[in-house]
């Protein structure tokens, strides 16, 4: 178990407001919530966009009254780095899934795999993956996934905004994504890697960006831990009002 479930005697966390965390690997969205509601004993605590559990980054937690934007928050724009790998695809489209293929990617050159990247920027329909939490007839895509069942899914409009390349060490690429919601970086690495004739798969994982929110503000599991009940609500109130000070352009600080 990740999170401590232990049972404790603090009264209930009544702040309302906004946590963002630095998801860590291996940690599922819901072992943060679930981390966050047990260690602070807070009533009502809800994620605005899922992380698997290899990627990690910036995952925005809405505590009490502020559930209710979970949708809104969710519904933003995210800017992830990522990594591709070429040559290899897996039945999952990353690094967890089991290989289902291997190919030469020798042949592909820096300046191919840059321009193929590109082509990717702009509005487009993409495919959710069978492991995604997309429903099909009541289920999740990901629950049909494990029983071995593979359905067709309905393509879903997204966007691109930018993709730029920071690091091109074949058969890995590193890039900067602005997406819109709904995007599956992991689709997008297989996609690429169809087009260019050698599989490709999502070889890491962080989001930096969501909406207004920047990983730059974010606190870590780690940091947490070390957390009072009574830290939390500072740290929570603390970044409203900076946050309001930003929109009204007042000084909180005193």
């Known amino acids: 178990m990740r999170y401590n479930s232990r049972k404790h005697h603090l009264p209930p966390f009544q702040t309302s407001g906004v946590l963002l965390v ?35 980054g910036l995952l925005v937690l809405v505590l009490g009254k502020f559930t209710q934007l979970s949708s809104k928050f969710s519904g933003e724009d995210k800017i992830y780095e990522a990594s591709l790998q070429l040559g290899l695809e897996t039945d999952s489209c990353d690094l967890d899934g089991t290989v289902t293929a291997e190919h030469d990617w020798s042949g592909v050159t820096g300046e191919q795999l840059r321009a193929t990247l590109a082509g990717f920027v702009g509005e487009q329909m ?6 995604s939490a997309v429903k099909k007839d009541g289920k999740k895509l990901y629950e049909l996934a494990r029983q071995g069942v593979e359905v067709e899914r309905e393509s879903k409009p997204i966007t691109i905004f930018s993709l730029d390349v920071t690091r091109c060490e074949l058969p890995f690429c ?3 994504l602005h997406c819109s919601k709904g995007t599956y970086v992991r689709t997008l690495c297989s996609d690429a890697g169809k087009k260019l004739g050698c599989g490709g798969t999502l070889a890491a994982l962080r989001r930096t960006r969501s ?11 780690d940091t947490l831990k070390t957390f009072e009940q009574a830290d939390l609500e500072i740290h929570v109130r603390q970044f409203l009002y900076e946050r309001l000070s930003k929109i009204a352009g007042v000084n909180y600080g005193g």
């Open 22 to 56: 630095d998801k860590p690997k291996e940690w599922t969205s819901f072992d943060v919530v679930n981390f966050v509601r047990a260690r602070f004993n807070v009533p009502k605590v809800g994620h605005c966009g899922t992380l698997d559990p290899a990627a990690t």
């Open 126 to 131: 993409q495919t959710p993956p069978m492991v």
């Open 174 to 176: 590193d890039f900067t």
């Open 211 to 221: 909406g207004q929110f920047s990983l730059a503000d974010a606190v870590t599991v």
